[in-house]
T-cell receptor
Framework: GQNIDQPTEMTATEGAIVQINCTYQTSGFNGLFWYQQHAGEAPTFLSYNVLDGLEEKGRFSSFLSRSKGYSYLLLKELQMKDSASYLCAGLYSGAGSYQLTFGKGTKLSVIP | NAGVMQNPRHLVRRRGQEARLRCSPM?????VYWYRQLPEEGLKFMVYLQKENIIDESGMPKERFSAEFPKEGPSILRIQQVVRGDSAAYFC?????????????FGPGTRLTVT
């Protein structure tokens, strides 16, 4: 299978910046997603990277390096409501369709 | 425009019973994906369906699990003779285009508890 690895938990202070890293297997890889999931709720789309580089969207940015099999999600000016799990997911081709393979998620706790 | 709807939100079944989970995609979406999220685990792809067709069921357990997406009505994920290990959150997602998981929108999930 395609392993997606990310840290299990992180803690950061309100107003600070936090970077959540993700590594993935490059074979069959087509793109990298980040989702936010609050406890008991559906994942919501944050970003999708296909090309190398940084994509900025407000307080959230996502970076991809295809050669290194590496991505990160950067959250700036952290707010309490950013406490959630952040899911890294790779888009892989195979078996006649594209599939999303998710990591286990990084549980981010924002503290005052 | 209503989002992806799933029902029930919570389902309790005893071992050996059947569980039926329903997913109504967003309006205009004809592609549905089912995922399972076990406690402390990531979302795992189960099956990808279009109307009246199963496109990819490579993530579906070979026994007891089946899925359909009829011409009319919601997509159904059916689990026969449930066991405790089936307890999980089941999410469906829909997309408007063929082979476009990059445009998936997730439903709120059904939390299945097997007692």
């Amino acid at each position: 299978g395609q392993n997606i690895d990310q840290p299990t938990e992180m803690t950061a202070t309100e107003g600070a910046i936090v970077q959540i890293n993700c590594t993935y297997q490059t074979s069959g890889f087509n793109g990298l997603f980040w989702y936010q999931q609050h406890a008991g709720e559906a994942p919501t789309f944050l970003s999708y990277n296909v090309l190398d580089g940084l994509e900025e969207k407000g307080r959230f940015s996502s970076f991809l390096s295809r050669s290194k099999g590496y991505s990160y999600l950067l959250l700036k000016e952290l707010q309490m409501k950013d406490s959630a799990s952040y899911l890294c997911a790779g888009l892989y081709s195979g078996a006649g369709s594209y599939q999303l393979t998710f990591g286990k998620g990084t549980k981010l706790s924002v503290i005052p | 425009n209503a989002g992806v709807m799933q029902n029930p939100r919570h389902l309790v079944r005893r071992r050996g019973q059947e569980a039926r989970l329903r997913c109504s995609p967003m309006k205009g979406h004809s592609h549905v994906y089912w995922y399972r999220q076990l406690p402390e685990e990531g979302l795992k792809f189960m099956v990808y369906l279009q109307k009246e067709n199963i496109i990819d069921e490579s993530g579906m357990p070979k026994e007891r699990f089946s899925a359909e997406f009829p011409k009319e009505g919601p997509s159904i994920l059916r689990i026969q003779q449930v066991v405790r290990g089936d307890s999980a959150a089941y999410f469906c997602a829909s997309s408007p285009r063929d082979r476009a998981p990059y445009e998936q929108y997730f439903g709120p999930g059904t939390r299945l508890t097997v007692t």
